[in-house]
């Protein structure tokens, strides 16, 4: 069915990529703009001044809900990330743009997300330990059930297939139906070291400090803002030296806006040596550090989820 303005759909893809516009996308862009959408090939084509384009807004995993606001001839749909909030650009979520055929209805029959993926990683297979169906797919998503577990694989409706696939049971957990604890979240964030910086990136594929932040409590259902300075407003400020593993570090230079972001990792000591865990920019990575003098200049406060 071709999708209209107006209308609910979700990601039938491991991890769609939302762009500025169509026509900001460059040739290097091309695995992730397939209807597979190849993100780890995508990631590993770009050198290092590629990877922080910003041509790319954020990225979106499978199943994730979207609002169709415009869809194009060409195979583009302009879309509205509901699961992401932004309210900044939009009150209903992060708006940009995504290949059409990386989306699909909603299948009434299977919005029982109540399952959500554990592993970094994992792949979808037609049969129990079977064919990889579709790879890459990522922490934090949420799937259907679609029966018991049968010799440690799990059935999954997966959006835009008729039949489920599977994976292992142990990369499965429930949904969560409590808050997280602040070390909880940044557990999940530390499987994330050394993960490769991609400007917009969300998944271990490739990931931003925003999207680090963002992915590390999605992961338990508590759906934070995409943006550092939108995470800022939706936090509790702290009394500097208050902050404990979990908290937040927030920076921004003299008179802008809060442009980055870090999960503390230790209690401050002495003469205030601060901990973080960070998508760097600088290094292209995950890494976890003492605060080098540089960004304690730019620390403007702590914060708490």
């Known amino acids: 069915m071709e999708l209209q303005p107006g209308q609910t759909a979700v990601v039938r893809v491991a991890v769609a990529t939302l762009w500025t516009s169509p026509e900001a996308v460059r040739s290097v862009d091309r695995p992730a703009l397939t209807a597979s959408a190849d993100i780890s090939a995508w990631v590993s084509g770009m050198d290092t001044d590629q990877l922080v384009g910003d041509c790319v807004l954020s990225q979106l995993l499978l199943g994730e809900r979207v609002i169709v606001s415009a869809v194009r001839p060409d195979g583009w749909t302009q879309v509205v990330a509901v699961e992401q909030p932004a309210a900044k650009l939009d009150p209903r979520g992060y708006p940009g743009w995504l290949p059409a055929d990386q989306l699909t ?19 979808l297979h037609a049969t129990p330990d079977g064919s990889v169906v579709l790879p890459g797919v990522a922490v934090g998503t949420r799937l259907a059930p679609a029966g018991p577990a049968r010799d440690g694989w799990r059935p999954v409706h997966v959006p835009g297939r008729d039949a489920p696939l599977w994976l292992p049971d142990a990369h499965l957990v429930p949904a969560s139906v409590t808050s997280p604890t602040a070390e909880q979240a940044l557990a999940v964030a530390q499987r994330l070291l050394d993960v490769v910086y991609v400007w917009g990136g969300l998944s271990a594929h490739g990931i931003d400090c925003s999207g ?53 990792t230790a209690v401050p000591g002495e003469g205030d040596e601060r901990r973080m865990l960070h998508a760097c920019y600088r290094r292209r990575r995950v890494v976890e550090e003492r605060l080098p003098a540089e960004r304690t200049a730019t620390l403007v406060g702590a914060h708490r989820v």
């Open 105 to 123: 209805t909603v299948d009434p029959a299977h919005t029982d997300q109540s399952l959500v993926v554990d592993a970094t990683v994992t792949a």
């Open 212 to 264: 680090l932040v963002h992915l590390a409590w999605r992961r338990f259902g508590v759906s934070l803002p995409r943006d550092a300075d939108d995470q800022a407003v939706a936090t509790t400020p702290l009394t500097m030296g208050a902050e404990r593993p979990g908290d937040l570090y927030f920076f921004a230079r003299p008179g802008r806006k809060i442009h980055h972001i870090g999960i503390v």
